[in-house]
């Protein structure tokens, strides 16, 4: 599986973003996704997760919204309501079973988006 990551930018705080990760593949239907982040100087950390159901970080509980589109081999990241605290590079992730909140758990990688919220 390729995970092709895209939408990062720069957003004021208080705006929106959405971001899409495309995966190659035929059986997209049968991969948990995800979504971690990574701030400078910070290890990376869960964002979202959608398999049957979706969950989050308690960070971004309520403003954040995964969602996933099978028939288009993409899962989406909507982000609202950004604070400066978001900004890092947001990374798309992949495994084929469960879901989990843990990077190690995850095969499959994108390269990465670089979302910068500034107060």
């Known amino acids: 599986v390729q995970l092709q990551a895209s939408g990062g930018g720069s957003v004021q705080a208080g705006g929106s973003l959405r971001l899409s990760c495309a995966a190659s593949?035929?059986?997209?239907?049968?991969?948990?996704m995800a979504w971690f982040r990574q701030a400078p100087g910070n290890e990376r950390e869960f964002v979202a997760v959608i398999g049957d159901t979706a969950d989050y970080a308690n960070s971004v509980k309520g403003r954040f919204t995964i969602s996933r589109d099978n028939a288009k081999n993409t899962v989406y990241l909507q982000m609202n309501t950004l604070k400066p605290d978001d900004t890092a590079v947001y990374f798309c992730?992949?495994?084929?079973?469960?879901?989990?909140?843990?990077?190690?758990?995850?095969?499959?990688w994108g390269q990465g988006t670089l979302v910068t919220v500034s107060s």
């Open positions: 992730a992949a495994r084929s079973g469960g879901c989990g909140t843990y990077t190690w758990l995850y095969d499959y």
């Open positions: 593949g035929r059986t997209f239907s049968n991969y948990c």
